[in-house]
Each structure stands twice: as C-alpha cells, then as structure tokens.
C-alpha cells in the first residue's frame, strides 16, 4: 500500500493521510520513510480511539526521527493547515 500512498500523493495534491490505523511504534520503516520526505506535508497524527488511547498511539515517537520541524507538522501543524485551523 505504500506504493499506492506515494502515488495518490503525487497524483492528488490534496490528498492526505492520517496515522489512526496505527500505533506509531508499528508504522511500516517504508511508511516513515515517506513521511520524512514527500509526506511531511502530507500526513497527520490520528488515534484509533477509543481502540487505542492517544497516549498509546504516541509510544515511539522520538524513535520515528522526525526533525523538530516535521514533527510538529505531523502532530498537529499539517491538520491546522488542511482543516484552516
């Protein structure tokens, strides 16, 4: 699916995903990797809830390798942008 993720992104400029499938300890290395590249504007944090709490959607975070900036567009700065926050 990463390949298709890649290719919507290319294809739709507005198209966006969230992480809510996904504790982000069990992202894909593949996912992370376009998420510090063509995904950084791309991709928003998302729970699973009331599945997984936020707390444990967050576990593994600092082990992703976000740089500060690409960090705060996942968590939140991307949303704000997409929704007109």
Not at 51 to 57: D, E, T, V
Request: glycine share 10%; charged share 20%; hydrophobic share 45%.
């Amino acid at each position: 699916w990463i390949d298709e993720l890649h290719t919507m992104a290319i294809k739709f400029p507005n198209f966006h995903v969230d992480t809510s499938a996904y504790a982000l300890h069990r992202l894909p290395p593949e996912f992370v990797a376009w998420m510090k590249g063509i995904g950084r504007k791309r991709v928003m944090f998302g729970t699973n809830w009331p599945m997984l709490s936020p707390a444990q959607c967050l576990q593994g975070l600092p082990d992703l390798g976000l740089s500060p900036e690409g960090e705060e567009a996942f968590l939140g700065g991307n949303a704000q942008r997409v929704f007109g926050l």
